[in-house]
Structure formats: C-alpha cells, structure tokens
C-alpha cells in the first residue's frame, strides 16, 4: 500500500527558547545578588515563615537603633553629665548599646524563640538605667532649658517597639511606663521637680510613639497573615492536585478498560484459545494493578520504540503492514547506530503505542473483512509520528455519537494529555480511514 498523500511528517522544532530564556534570568539575577556578607545583612537568608522572618528583620534595625543613638546623642549625654555622676554614663551607653548589639547578632539565628526574653531584657535594661539616674543625680538643674537630663528620653519608645513584635499588649504598657519614668526623670534634673507640664509631656510621648508601634504591629500581622494564607494556598494546591491526579487516573483506567479488557472480552470466540489473546488479558490485569512511579519517566530507544510498535500490530493481527519511513538500509550501518541514540520518554511511546492500537482494533471491528490496513511510521530526533491507513468501508467521522469512548478517549484524549501530542482522524464512506498521530518533543 502506498503512503497517501494526506500523511506529512512534522517538521522538526525549533530550540526551546524558553530555557534559554530562564537560563538568562538565572545568569542576570545570579551576577547582582552580591557577597553573601552583604545579602546577611539586609536580608534573611532562613527559610522560617514570614511572621519570623518581619520580627527578625524588625530586632535587627531595631538593635541598630540602640547602638546608634549614643552615637548621634553626644550633646545630650554632655548635658546629662552636668547633673549625675560619672559612672552613669558609661553604664547608661552600655545598657542601651548591649541589648543592641544582642538583637542585631540575634536576628541572624533562625527562629524568634531567643527575642522574647531578649525583648524583656531590652526593657529591663532601659527601665534600670533611669532608675539608676536618680542615686546618680547631683542635685543641680540645668541651666540652659535646650539642653537634657536625662539623654535616653529620646529612645523611651524603642523598647516598647522591640517587645510590640512578640507581645503587643506588653509593648503598650512598657511604652507608658518607660515615658513615664523618662520624663520623671527629666523634669527633675531640669527643675529639680515636678511641673504641670509633665502629663502633657508624657501624652506627647506616648501619642507620638504609638504610630511607630502600630507600624509595628501591622508588620507582623501582615507576617502572620501571609504564614496563614501560604498554608490555605499549599492546602488548596494540594486537593487540586489530588482532583487533578483523581482526573487522571480515572483517564488512564478508562483508556485501559476499553484498549484492553473490552477488546479482551470481544476477541473472545468459541472454538481453541488464541495464546495472543490469553497474553493480551494478562497484560491487560498487569497495567490495572500498575501503579505509575516517578521511575516511570525513562527514555526508550529508537530500536525500541518499533519493537513495541511492530509487536502490538503483530499481537492484534499479523496482516497488518509496518513500515518505517526513511529507514536504513543494511549497508547503511554507521546511519543506523546513529538513529539507535534516538530516545522518547516511556509515557510518549505508551500513548502513542495505545492509540494505534485502538485505530488498529477500529479497522478490524468496522473497515470489512477485505479492507487493507498499514502503518506508516516516521521517527526523528524530536518527533513521533505515524498514521493508520485502511481502504475500508469508512464513515463519516461527524456522525459518531459521544459515547463511542474508543476514538474520543482512547485516541484524541489520551494524544491531547501529551505535551506535544496530537490526533487527525479523516474518513469518508467508501473511502477508508486514516488516523494520524503525533508528539513532537515540546
């Protein structure tokens, strides 16, 4: 039988562009990311959920800021010098840079178990140094009204922003009474006193901290938010999956019941066994108890791939006719070990092997006892093609019913679940059949 004009093999795919592409994004980003001493710094390189991830990133600027206030405070610890004694400096700058320094190392270490109790020493730290202030204090006020008692009122929020990301109720209160406790102290090297003012003075405090705090509380709460619907998101993938898996399963079963088991069952007829049809039962049974693994995913060799083809026509009928588009002679050797490295993933070779055996059983059910059939097919580097030709009866392809599952399920559907797969039934009556069928390599 002489291939018909209708049957054109596919031509060979361009290069895969888009892994070309990615690759150029993994290059371009890889060369900006920099030394991974900088990437510690400003950034977390743990893979804890976003809520640890907010607080980390938040002790860490938030240690920065201890450390670096004395440093830009300097007139201000002059001024408190005038009116305490010597030691309460250096002791005041090392209760405020000491608890820096722990929650910049800190932030570093994966997990947040370390920065509550740090938080409460933070404040501890802060609310021991102003109580020092007062056995340290002289007795003499200030005489110049810009200048300062007490230099660590300028931070008397900071603890209550450290302890706001493990405990906001508690950042609330120790802002309160660490404003409390700064301004005391303030008024008292000033004025050696306390004054109406100091209410006022205080409100002013907590009011102007409290939007930096509630700046706080809104990051974390995003952090938890988005801990909450990473975890919605993976719970959702994971069922949508599971449908999706269920979808395909149920495919693959229904694809085997009618390749397999039906024409099984069909192909009985009285009279002695045919051993072809007691192994085709069996490899029936053999792929419903299969069940797919990541293993599956092997690549088949070009010699294979027409073993597997010649033997599933040979097994349905031996008049059946494979031929092989531009094969080799045997003179041909070098040609030939060259088209052996050929190789097509298993599930490629599996499908397209099913589907022609369906439009295999289709010319045996229905193209008449006298019809001629043969299979043409061509094999390339990236591409799997053959076609299925008969000069039966043939039918009209728009007249078939939806409950005829051997061309709708068994071809066309199990074709279409291939990436790069694909199906082309024509027939008229009178004319025969051809089913093509493709996978070029995506």
């Known amino acids: ?58 002790a860490r600027f938030l240690g920065l800021g201890f450390i670096g206030y004395p440093v830009v405070s300097v007139a201000a610890i002059a001024s408190s010098g005038s009116v305490t004694a010597s030691w309460w400096i250096p002791l005041s700058i ?63 929020g900071m603890p ?20 409390v406790a700064a301004h005391v102290s303030q008024q008292w090297g ?36 988005l801990d909450e619907t990473r975890e919605e998101t993976y719970r959702t993938a994971a069922n949508v999956a599971a449908a999706s898996a269920r979808e395909v399963e149920k495919a693959r079963f229904d694809a085997i019941v009618h390749d397999r088991v039906i024409a099984s069952l069909l192909a009985v007829e009285p009279g002695t066994p045919d051993h072809r049809l007691a192994a085709q039962a069996r490899s029936a049974l ?26 599933a026509a040979t097994d349905l009928s031996e008049r059946f006719e494979v031929q092989v588009l531009g094969a080799s002679t045997a003179s041909d050797n070098s040609r030939d070990v060259e088209s052996d490295r050929v190789g097509y993933p298993v599930d490629v070779v599996e499908a397209v092997v099913e589907a022609m055996s369906e439009a295999l059983r289709n010319v ?49 559907g199990r074709m279409s679940r291939l990436r790069g797969g694909h199906t082309v039934l024509r027939s008229r009556p009178g004319r025969g059949t051809t089913v093509q069928i493709g996978w070029e390599r995506p």
């Open 190 to 225: 000033r004025f050696g006193g306390l004054t109406s003012d100091l209410p006022f003075e205080i409100m002013w405090s907590v009011v102007f901290t409290a939007v930096f705090l509630a700046v706080v509380l809104v990051a974390t709460r995003t952090g938890r938010h």
């Open 160 to 179: 209550s922003m450290v302890l706001m990301l493990v405990h906001a109720p508690l950042g609330v209160i120790s802002l309160v009474v660490s404003c």
């Open 94 to 156: 090392v209760l405020s840079v000491g608890p820096g320094i722990l929650l910049v190392v800190g932030s570093f270490r994966r997990g947040t178990s370390w920065l509550r109790p740090l938080a409460l020493g933070t404040w501890a730290g802060y609310l021991l140094a102003i109580a020092l202030w007062f056995p340290a204090w002289t007795g003499s006020t200030l005489t110049d009204p810009e200048d300062v008692a007490q230099w660590m009122i300028a931070f008397c």
């Open 286 to 311: 053999d792929e419903l108890v299969r069940v797919p693994s990541p293993g599956d995913a092997e690549i088949v060799s070009r010699a294979e791939t027409l073993r597997r083809i010649r033997s």
């Open 1 to 58: 039988m002489s291939v018909p004009a209708s049957f054109s093999t596919p031509a060979d795919p361009s290069p895969n562009a888009a892994a070309g592409s990615a690759a150029a994004v993994r290059n371009t980003s890889g060369s900006g990311r920099g030394p991974a001493w900088v990437r510690r710094i400003f950034e977390s390189d743990s893979a804890e959920p976003d809520l640890d991830h907010v607080r980390r990133i938040g």
């Open 364 to 412: 045996l059910r229905h193209a008449g006892p006298d019809a001629d059939c043969a299979v043409i097919v061509q094999l390339t580097a990236d591409a799997l093609s053959m076609a299925v030709v008969d000069n039966g009866t043939g039918f009209d392809p728009d007249s078939v019913g939806p409950g005829r599952v051997g061309i709708a399920v068994s071809i066309h």
